[in-house]
């Protein structure tokens, strides 16, 4: 959404309905905004809230002193408030020619 006004209900508008658009297109793909929150988390994601609105889920993830923790903030037909904790662990495997190296999740 880089060079839209995110503020104007106009343009979000516009932006949610081009994404109902590409999902009827293609029913089986998941589509994930990453957005970020103003200086306040309580007060939601920044821009105009037709954004928020259109979103089944939604989640907070912040940095705690020894964690990660993603927040559910918004579910459709579920549950507000749940909260999960991890870290993020280095995998390192290969296929015999060569070594990868990936990250997995711990949960705390």
């Known amino acids: ?17 081009n994404l109902k658009i590409f999902l009827s297109l293609c029913p089986d793909i998941h589509i994930m905004i990453v957005h970020h929150s103003g200086k306040k988390k309580e007060n939601g994601p920044r821009g ?4 928020f ?16 923790q993603l927040e559910v903030t918004k579910d459709r037909g579920g549950k507000r408030g749940r909260k999960i904790k991890f870290n993020l662990v280095e995998i390192e495997a290969n296929d015999n020619e ?11």
Not at 98 to 108: D, E, F, L, Q, S
Request: proline residues 0%; charged residues 20%.
């Open 53 to 68: 609105a259109a979103m089944d889920s939604c989640f907070f993830l912040s940095s705690l002193k020894n964690n990660l």
């Open 98 to 108: 060569r070594k990868y190296t990936t990250v997995g999740v711990k949960y705390a």
């Open 1 to 17: 959404m880089a060079d839209f006004d995110k503020n104007a209900s106009v343009v979000m508008s516009k932006v949610n309905s």
């Open 48 to 51: 105009h809230s037709s954004l």
